[in-house]
């Protein structure tokens, strides 16, 4: 082993690196129907997680998966930078069957009524 498998600036960078590797590849549209369904969940509810911007693309024309089901991570940042959302330090199970009742993200809304 090497000391750059335990370095956490080497590590930030791999995940970036992941992050927009994956975002690339993914079709913009179904980018357009994820940020769409992130919008209507944040401005209805004051706190989301990726489970919730999943489900409501389960109920739309964009059910399939994208090329890479990891693509939500850029999705969400994209909703983090143009300020419709916020990082919370409270993470839930994961309800979706994929995830295995792994822990995810709870999301602040910044658009919702009662954070406007």
């Given at each position: 082993m090497t000391i750059l498998?335990?370095?956490?600036d080497h590590a930030l960078q791999a995940r970036e690196r992941a992050i927009s590797q994956v975002?690339?590849?993914v079709d913009s549209r179904?980018?357009?129907?994820?940020?769409?369904a992130i919008w209507r969940i944040a401005d209805?509810?004051?706190?989301?997680?990726?489970?919730?911007?999943?489900?409501?693309l389960a109920d739309s024309e964009?059910?399939?998966?994208?090329?890479d089901p990891r693509a939500m991570g850029a999705i969400m940042r994209?909703?983090?930078?143009?300020?419709w959302i916020a990082p919370t330090a409270e993470w839930k199970a994961s309800v979706r069957v994929v995830n295995?009742?792994?822990p995810i993200r709870v999301w602040r809304s910044l658009i919702h009524e009662e954070q406007r």
């Open positions: 498998q335990f370095s956490l975002d690339s590849r179904w980018k357009q129907a994820a940020l769409s209805r509810w004051p706190t989301l997680t990726t489970d919730n911007v999943w489900l409501l964009w059910s399939h998966l994208p090329i994209e909703a983090q930078r143009r300020g295995h009742a792994r």
